[in-house]
């Protein structure tokens, strides 16, 4: 039986991070995912002036409660869209001159609701091209506090780059929520606070932050669940059983309910402690299912739909198009030039049985696009990736840990 070991997750890294380095104290990050994203998060801490120290099982993060420890600094974000849309608001508690940018596909993300709520709570914030879009500059003057109205309706980010904001502000927060997706990825989020000693409450759909700051602690980063979703694919696409062990019954991660997808399509799953294991059946079923709050998995069920015995529908999808890539319309495409029958619209994708033809995948540089095909792949011969090396911004391994893991499950 396969026992496939994962690298940490990429959401809880990032936060863990920024929380490491707004505690009082130096905080030790177990196992903390080593990726092009995560290194870029590291990098801009270090240009702040943040000390980072890393060997390959931990970090160490020298926390300064009151901001970055240089006047001025210039920030590259990379292609992270966490480090984009955390570091600047971790900036902003501060006091100096700071400036972010981020690559090109980084610079088309949106960043405009986060925006609008900083400087609803004074922040100097000047984006310098496209409103709404990085680069921008924050001139930082530390944050007061008080009450601010988001719309996280296209990235719960936002809404946890404001909690993770609200205990370094003189007063606290009070963020009152008018729309949210991938709600998950908060409860990750208030989770690891409490981790580090503050309590977030909710009072409908507002959220309270108190101040007085987060407390340094030693933090293990558990295995990355969206990352986990294709290797469990792969066992419910070949009959095989993979097991992941440090995600359980306790995990943190939203995306784990992937595996329940793969349940009802027929797959057995056994969710432990501290293991989740899932065993192909031989059989698997078409079903029409909501990914509104395991979204950066749809890639992964749309290129295992063709091989179901019936049509796929995965609804209510619409905040993928403003990932990396339009992730909607990139596995529409795949699959089409794979010969499978395709339908789409604003916010859903369904997508017909067939036996898929080999094809070259276009991935638009989308790391979550080359390893969702790479289980196609697997029933597929003929299959190449236009980018195979754009995996490195979470997992940069995959492509030989994938090809082990076939030897196991296909002989």
């Not at 409103?131 to 809404?159: F, I, M, R």
């Not at 208030?190 to 932050?209: C, D, K, P």
């Not at 792949?377 to 003929?382: D, S, W």
Request: include cysteine; charged fraction near 20%; proline fraction near 6%.
């Amino acid at each position: 039986m396969p026992l496939v070991a994962i690298p940490g997750s990429k959401s809880i890294t990032a936060r863990a991070l920024f929380l490491a380095a707004a505690a009082d104290g130096v905080t030790t990050l177990q196992r903390p995912l080593r990726s092009d994203d995560t290194e870029g998060f590291a990098e801009g801490l270090a240009r702040l002036g943040y000390r980072v120290g890393r060997t390959p099982d931990a970090w160490q993060v020298d926390g300064r409660p009151q901001g970055p420890a240089v006047a001025e600094a210039d920030v590259y974000c990379r292609d992270g869209a966490t480090t984009a849309r955390f570091l600047p608001t971790l900036a902003a508690a501060g006091h100096g001159t700071y400036r972010f940018d981020a690559s090109p596909q980084m610079r088309r993300r949106p960043l405009l609701p986060l925006t609008r709520a900083l400087r609803d709570l004074g922040v100097d914030l000047r984006h310098e091209e496209a409103e709404g879009h990085h680069p921008l500059t924050v001139t930082a003057n530390g944050v007061q506090g008080g009450a601010v109205t988001l719309d996280a309706g296209q990235s719960s980010q936002y809404l946890t780059a404001l909690l993770l904001l609200g205990p370094l502000t003189r007063t606290g927060l009070r963020i009152t929520v008018t729309d949210l997706v991938s709600a998950p990825y908060v409860e990750i989020t208030i989770a690891m606070m409490r981790s580090f000693g503050v309590e977030v409450t909710r009072e409908g759909t507002t959220y309270v932050v108190p101040p007085g700051g987060y407390r340094a602690t030693t933090y293990a980063i558990e295995p990355d669940a969206s990352t986990s979703s294709y290797f469990f694919a792969a066992a419910a696409l070949t009959g095989g059983e993979v097991t992941v062990p440090g995600l359980g019954e306790g995990a943190l991660q939203g995306d784990l309910g992937f595996v329940e997808v793969l349940r009802r399509m027929g797959a057995r799953v056994d969710i432990g402690a501290d293991r989740t294991t899932v065993r192909g059946t031989g059989e698997l079923r078409g079903l029409t299912v909501n990914m509104r709050d395991i979204s950066d998995t749809m890639p992964t069920l749309a290129a295992l739909a063709p091989f179901a015995s019936g049509p796929v529908r995965i609804e209510d999808v619409a905040n993928t198009r403003v990932k990396e890539c339009d992730r909607l319309e990139a596995c529409a495409e795949n699959l089409r030039r794979l010969g499978i029958g395709v339908a789409t619209g604003p916010d859903w994708i369904e997508i017909r049985p067939g036996t898929p033809e080999g094809t070259d995948i276009k991935t638009y540089g989308d790391h979550r696009i080359a390893m969702s095909f790479a289980v196609t792949a697997l029933r597929t011969p003929g299959i190449s990736f236009d980018d195979p090396g754009c995996v490195r911004k979470t997992f940069p391994g995959f492509h030989e840990a994938f090809a082990e893991l076939r030897k196991d499950l296909t002989g």
